[in-house]
T-cell receptor, first 111, second 113 residues
């Protein structure tokens, strides 16, 4: 049973445009959400997080939106750059250290 | 070093053999985690250490898997009688405290042939 789902395995976006990566979850006890970025042959790198008491968190070109009623979060990258091409994982936890990861979305930013 | 270091980067072993995977966390980080990532999947939690003790090993798939962190720093994940299904990338992560974001190492790619 996949508690965190990333239904789009891949996404292609033109450089300079907005990238929107989506994530759905089923466990209403999740209270902390994170996005990680992963390049080939490297470990995941933390990108941005959001607590369930917020509905938006912004850090430079990256913004995460949380819709608790829909159990949905999204990562917006604007403007997208070729260096953003990577696999993006969303992860969630419920008051603990244990992250539940989605299966990832491969983003390709076209120059 | 500045980041989480894992050795070896790659390990190929024969079915039935014993392997050890090492993780050097970021200095001063008390929380340490092991995750496993299979092809096409996201990382899956294996075990969490707070200091020297395994606070949660509920993600270990069976008793062939064991991990230690004897001095509260370096950790070793040990797999006995390896099976082909154990092939995956084993990721280690650490964080300053338990609820802060975890920093991951580059992983050890284990291939059991």
């Amino acid at each position: 049973d996949q508690q965190v789902k990333q239904n789009s395995p891949s996404l292609s976006v033109q450089e300079g445009r907005i990238s929107i990566l989506n994530c759905d979850y089923t466990n209403s006890m999740f209270d902390y959400f994170l996005w990680y970025k992963k390049y080939p042959a490297e470990g995941p790198t933390f990108l941005i997080s959001i607590s369930s008491i917020k509905d938006k968190n912004e850090d430079g070109r990256f913004t995460v939106f949380l819709n608790k009623s829909a159990k949905h979060l999204s990562l917006h990258i604007v403007p997208s750059q070729p260096g953003d091409s990577a696999v993006y994982f969303c992860a969630a936890s419920s008051g603990t250290y244990k992250y539940i990861f989605g299966t990832g979305t491969r983003l390709k930013v076209l120059a | 070093g500045a980041g989480v270091s894992q050795t070896p980067s790659n390990k190929v072993t024969e079915k039935g053999k014993y392997v050890e995977l090492r993780c050097d966390p970021i200095s001063g980080h008390t929380a340490l985690y092991w995750y496993r990532q299979s092809l096409g999947q996201g990382p899956e939690f294996l075990i969490y250490f707070q200091g020297t003790g395994a606070a949660d090993d509920s993600g270990l798939p069976n008793d062939r898997f064991f991990a230690v962190r004897p001095e509260g720093s370096v950790s070793t994940l040990k797999i006995q009688r390896t099976e082909r299904g154990d092939s995956a990338v084993y990721l280690c992560a650490s964080s300053p405290t338990v609820r802060e974001e975890a920093f991951f190492g580059q992983g050890t790619r284990l291939t059991v042939v």
